[in-house]
């Protein structure tokens, strides 16, 4: 997968899927040649010019040879101050205070698997499936090393790369910049992709053309945030869902990052990642060493969803782990948009006993189980059960649970503390702050430091103690709030600037321990629904509660969005009541729960309170979603038709086998004079032959809890060249918020 020409000076990596080159230059520089369709050579068709460019400069050993300049070369990892003014992959400040460095190949080797990053989370592979390439870059005064790092997968469409600075001088010097990855594209003719959202609206697309200049896409939140994702695409202008290339850059991160795309004057474009050089400086001690984060880069030639099926394969082989990595995931009930915090024993057991009866599988107890919890203004920090609400403890309730045949399963929110607490009365110290200012509230919320290793101890052994004192086989855990005055107690003046990176290496750690001392147990992120829904977080956990914002319409484009880099199984989703807490629309209970059945089902209402005829509604989609949940979980998602450019959105499923389809199609608005509407189907086999098995036609919103059927091409086959070219009509429906689901299975040869 990984090979040096020794003659050509050539790494080109490689599998069925891409190719990616580098070219050492002169033995010294790192050039980006190519990135794309696999190659089975690479030649040097596209052979860089030695042009003669007015203001770019020579390195000194080259003053008299005017066509080279590191401002018009592709590089792998740029430094400032030579001569290239495009975004530099890092910046250092020396102890002489100057920044010029200049680093040059030294070393390479490859070797089988891919190595695990100190402290933080990243992909993994056997030895058999993955080669890498390290890179020894040195500078050539001797005071740093840098260790770029490649992986290829053999099954996968993307390489995997970060970066390691080690201090190899005899004085220590500040990392300003650190970035995962940088790397040239020869051209300009792209469009660029980012996720920009807010609380209860992430992961909205933007698209548009690159333009001359920077453009960034980043947080200084001190996570990765709802407002920008940790993800960027570059694609060509006529690249669609089905066609043309794709590249996709996902970092494995959760704290503050930057993405940042820069087209120059000749119409190059360089792309770098990587955490937020903004408010950010290490300080490297002789011998010490910086670890990036690392960034996911997937290259797609069919299009969007060949990106988007790059990354969600790539994550769930790689990424994902432990007991619920290739798990089935369980339908769960959550009391938060219940009760709130208005619960007791007795209201928790009726919800799950009605839950129980439908075929939900798991009751999850969200916030206000601890202290002296009635609302968000006090006892974060204490995790003790609350008596007056749960008299038999956690324990009591779980066996309960348990007893109806259930899992149980409970919120928590480890990393913060309410000014009103016990922790807090007894360690003010222990949050985030700096001198002479007050720190800022958010929720009535203070952030603990997790850059302190007694603050990370105290946390896993809070959040051990309750998992070791009940039958507990779920946890949501939650962040609600962003980081402001960002210091800690604990660390010298010139290390103030690393504490947004140390609370995500506490984080990292805390998370690494609990899980793995509770292997069993189902981990959930959230942050204020999906605040940190990012490939970091999912390392440890491999769900996320993808949103606030349960309406059905609006996750239609929560889920769109999320889905460009994440799979169905990592996003929650639950069905909650009309009209909705969040946006007040009213709409269908089967629109609710097909929009919930695109990733990990749930329901987030009293059960209790249902209708009889709701309640039956509910059964059905709940063994519906039994049905296709290998499907919808373990199997491969298409993007057909998005809510961000029209009326309808649709989607689809498909198993493992390629045997069972399911397709979904919401229209959000009913029209006067509305188009006949032909879903024209991808990713069939062209020749074979699909049954449509079962058929659910749209619920309107004032009778028929069934989803009866009308279509009269149920029980008829077709095929796949059929259903993709020509499609499959819409029964029109006079009605809002209609959604519409096929399964359509694949009949054995004749
Ligand atoms: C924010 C979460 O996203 C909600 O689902 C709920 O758990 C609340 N926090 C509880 O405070």
């Given at each position: 997968?990984?090979?040096?020409?020794q003659?050509?000076?050539?790494?080109?990596?490689?599998?069925?899927?891409?190719?990616?080159?580098?070219?050492?230059?002169?033995?010294?520089?790192?050039?980006?040649?190519?990135?794309?369709?696999?190659?089975?050579?690479?030649?040097?068709?596209?052979?860089?010019?030695?042009?003669?460019?007015?203001?770019?400069?020579?390195?000194?050993?080259?003053?008299?040879?005017?066509?080279?300049?590191?401002?018009?070369?592709?590089?792998?990892?740029?430094?400032?101050?030579?001569?290239?003014?495009?975004?530099?992959?890092?910046?250092?400040?020396?102890?002489?205070?100057?920044?010029?460095?200049?680093?040059?190949?030294?070393?390479?080797?490859?070797?089988?698997?891919?190595?695990?990053?100190?402290?933080l989370?990243?992909?993994?592979?056997?030895?058999?499936?993955?080669?890498?390439?390290?890179?020894?870059?040195?500078?050539?005064?001797?005071?740093?090393?840098?260790?770029?790092?490649?992986?290829?997968?053999?099954?996968?469409?993307?390489?995997?790369?970060?970066?390691?600075?080690?201090?190899?001088?005899?004085?220590?010097?500040?990392?300003?910049?650190?970035?995962?990855?940088?790397?040239?594209?020869?051209?300009?003719?792209?469009?660029?992709?980012?996720l920009?959202?807010?609380?209860?609206?992430?992961?909205?697309?933007?698209?548009?053309?690159?333009?001359?200049?920077?453009?960034?896409?980043?947080?200084?939140?001190?996570a990765?945030?709802?407002?920008?994702?940790?993800?960027?695409?570059?694609?060509?202008?006529?690249?669609?869902?089905?066609?043309?290339?794709?590249?996709?850059?996902?970092?494995?991160?959760?704290?503050?990052?930057?993405m940042?795309?820069?087209?120059?004057?000749?119409?190059?474009?360089?792309?770098?990642?990587?955490?937020?050089?903004?408010?950010?400086?290490?300080?490297?001690?002789p011998?010490?060493?910086?670890?990036?984060?690392?960034?996911?880069?997937?290259?797609?030639?069919?299009?969007?969803?060949?990106m988007?099926?790059?990354?969600?394969?790539?994550?769930?082989?790689?990424?994902?782990?432990?007991?619920?990595?290739?798990?089935?995931?369980?339908?769960?009930?959550?009391?938060?948009?219940?009760?709130?915090?208005?619960?007791?024993?007795?209201?928790?057991?009726?919800?799950?006993?009605?839950?129980?009866?439908?075929?939900?599988?798991?009751?999850?107890?969200?916030?206000?189980?601890?202290?002296?919890?009635?609302?968000?203004?006090?006892?974060?920090?204490?995790?003790?059960?609350?008596?007056?609400?749960?008299?038999?403890?956690?324990?009591?309730?779980?066996?309960?649970v348990?007893?109806?045949?259930?899992?149980?399963?409970?919120?928590?929110?480890?990393?913060?503390?309410?000014?009103?607490?016990?922790?807090?009365?007894?360690?003010?110290d222990?949050?985030?702050h700096?001198?002479?200012?007050?720190p800022?509230?958010?929720?009535?919320?203070?952030?603990?430091?997790?850059?302190?290793?007694?603050?990370?101890?105290?946390?896993?052994?809070?959040?051990?103690?309750?998992?070791?004192?009940?039958?507990?086989?779920?946890?949501?855990?939650?962040?609600?709030?962003?980081?402001?005055?960002?210091?800690?107690?604990?660390l010298?003046?010139?290390?103030?600037?690393?504490?947004?990176?140390?609370?995500?290496?506490?984080?990292?750690?805390?998370?690494?321990r609990?899980?793995?001392?509770?292997?069993?147990?189902?981990?959930?992120?959230?942050?204020?629904?999906?605040?940190?829904?990012?490939?970091?977080?999912l390392?440890?956990?491999?769900?996320?509660?993808?949103?606030?914002?349960?309406?059905?319409?609006?996750?239609?484009?929560?889920?769109?969005g999320?889905?460009?880099?994440?799979?169905?199984?990592?996003?929650?989703?639950?069905?909650?009541?009309?009209?909705?807490?969040q946006?007040?629309?009213?709409?269908?209970?089967?629109?609710?729960?097909?929009?919930?059945?695109?990733?990990?089902?749930?329901?987030?209402?009293?059960?209790?309170c249902?209708s009889?005829?709701?309640?039956?509604?509910?059964?059905?989609?709940?063994?519906?979603?039994?049905?296709?949940?290998?499907?919808?979980q373990?199997g491969?998602?298409?993007?057909?038709?998005?809510?961000?450019?029209?009326?309808?959105?649709?989607?689809?499923?498909?198993?493992r086998?390629?045997?069972?389809?399911?397709?979904?199609?919401?229209?959000?608005?009913?029209?006067?004079?509305?188009?006949?509407?032909?879903?024209?189907?991808?990713?069939?086999?062209?020749?074979?032959?699909?049954?449509?098995?079962?058929?659910?036609?749209?619920?309107?919103?004032?009778?028929?809890?069934?989803?009866?059927?009308?279509?009269?091409?149920?029980?008829?086959?077709?095929?796949?060249?059929?259903?993709?070219?020509?499609g499959?009509?819409?029964?029109?429906?006079d009605?809002?918020?209609?959604?519409?689901?096929?399964?359509?299975?694949?009949?054995?040869?004749?």
């Amino acid at each position: 997968m990984i090979n040096f020409d020794q003659e050509k000076q050539l790494f080109h990596l490689k599998n069925k899927m891409f190719s990616y080159v580098i070219e050492l230059v002169r033995g010294k520089y790192l050039l980006h040649r190519y990135w794309g369709h696999a190659l089975r050579e690479y030649r040097d068709a596209a052979a860089l010019q030695a042009i003669d460019r007015g203001f770019s400069p020579q390195p000194a050993a080259y003053e008299n040879e005017r066509t080279f300049s590191l401002d018009v070369l592709p590089q792998e990892y740029p430094a400032f101050g030579h001569g290239d003014f495009r975004i530099p992959a890092y910046q250092v400040r020396w102890a002489n205070g100057t920044g010029v460095s200049e680093l040059f190949y030294k070393s390479h080797r490859i070797f089988a698997g891919k190595p695990a990053l100190q402290g933080l989370p990243a992909s993994y592979a056997a030895a058999s499936e993955a080669e890498t390439l390290e890179i020894e870059l040195a500078d050539t005064q001797g005071r740093m090393q840098v260790f770029l790092l490649y992986t290829v997968f053999a099954d996968a469409a993307v390489l995997v790369r970060s970066t390691r600075i080690v201090n190899s001088g005899k004085e220590s010097f500040q990392l300003l910049q650190a970035a995962s990855m940088s790397l040239d594209f020869s051209d300009a003719d792209f469009e660029r992709i980012s996720l920009y959202g807010g609380h209860a609206k992430e992961r909205s697309i933007t698209r548009r053309p690159v333009v001359r200049g920077i453009e960034t896409t980043a947080s200084a939140r001190g996570a990765s945030s709802h407002q920008h994702s940790p993800f960027l695409a570059l694609v060509r202008p006529d690249a669609a869902e089905e066609r043309g290339e794709a590249y996709g850059f996902s970092l494995v991160y959760s704290g503050n990052f930057a993405m940042q795309t820069e087209v120059d004057q000749f119409d190059t474009t360089r792309v770098t990642a990587g955490i937020n050089a903004f408010n950010f400086n290490w300080l490297l001690m002789p011998g010490d060493s910086f670890q990036t984060p690392e960034v996911v880069m997937a290259y797609s030639a069919q299009g969007l969803n060949g990106m988007s099926q790059a990354f969600h394969g790539f994550y769930r082989e790689h990424l994902l782990r432990g007991k619920y990595k290739k798990a089935l995931r369980p339908i769960l009930v959550n009391n938060w948009e219940a009760t709130y915090f208005d619960f007791d024993e007795k209201k928790i057991d009726e919800i799950a006993a009605c839950a129980a009866e439908l075929g939900i599988e798991l009751m999850v107890l969200d916030d206000g189980w601890f202290g002296k919890r009635n609302d968000d203004n006090s006892s974060l920090g204490d995790w003790i059960v609350n008596k007056k609400k749960l008299p038999r403890g956690i324990e009591g309730l779980a066996e309960k649970v348990h007893g109806r045949g259930m899992k149980f399963g409970l919120w928590f929110e480890p990393e913060m503390v309410s000014e009103d607490s016990e922790l807090y009365r007894a360690h003010p110290d222990w949050i985030l702050h700096v001198p002479d200012y007050a720190p800022s509230f958010s929720r009535h919320q203070l952030v603990l430091d997790l850059s302190r290793p007694d603050v990370c101890g105290y946390i896993v052994d809070a959040v051990s103690k309750v998992l070791s004192s009940a039958p507990i086989d779920y946890v949501k855990w939650d962040m609600n709030r962003h980081i402001t005055e960002a210091g800690s107690q604990l660390l010298p003046p010139e290390r103030q600037a690393e504490v947004p990176h140390r609370y995500m290496l506490g984080l990292y750690d805390v998370l690494e321990r609990i899980t793995s001392r509770f292997p069993e147990v189902l981990f959930e992120s959230c942050s204020g629904g999906g605040g940190r829904f990012d490939a970091g977080m999912l390392y440890y956990m491999p769900q996320t509660w993808a949103s606030d914002n349960t309406d059905a319409i609006c996750r239609l484009k929560i889920q769109y969005g999320t889905s460009l880099v994440f799979p169905a199984i990592t996003m929650g989703a639950h069905v909650s009541v009309t009209p909705n807490h969040q946006v007040g629309r009213l709409t269908p209970l089967q629109t609710r729960a097909f929009a919930a059945m695109s990733g990990d089902f749930g329901y987030e209402l009293d059960i209790c309170c249902m209708s009889d005829m709701e309640k039956e509604a509910v059964k059905k989609h709940i063994e519906l979603y039994k049905r296709i949940r290998p499907t919808v979980q373990l199997g491969s998602f298409r993007r057909l038709k998005s809510p961000f450019t029209g009326n309808d959105t649709a989607w689809t499923f498909t198993s493992r086998d390629g045997r069972e389809v399911v397709v979904m199609y919401f229209r959000e608005l009913a029209e006067p004079c509305a188009p006949v509407s032909v879903l024209r189907l991808a990713g069939l086999e062209e020749e074979a032959s699909y049954r449509v098995a079962s058929y659910y036609s749209p619920e309107r919103m004032s009778h028929d809890f069934g989803g009866e059927a009308r279509n009269t091409l149920e029980g008829r086959s077709f095929y796949g060249d059929e259903l993709m070219y020509s499609g499959l009509t819409i029964e029109k429906i006079d009605a809002d918020f209609a959604a519409y689901l096929w399964i359509l299975e694949k009949e054995d040869e004749q």
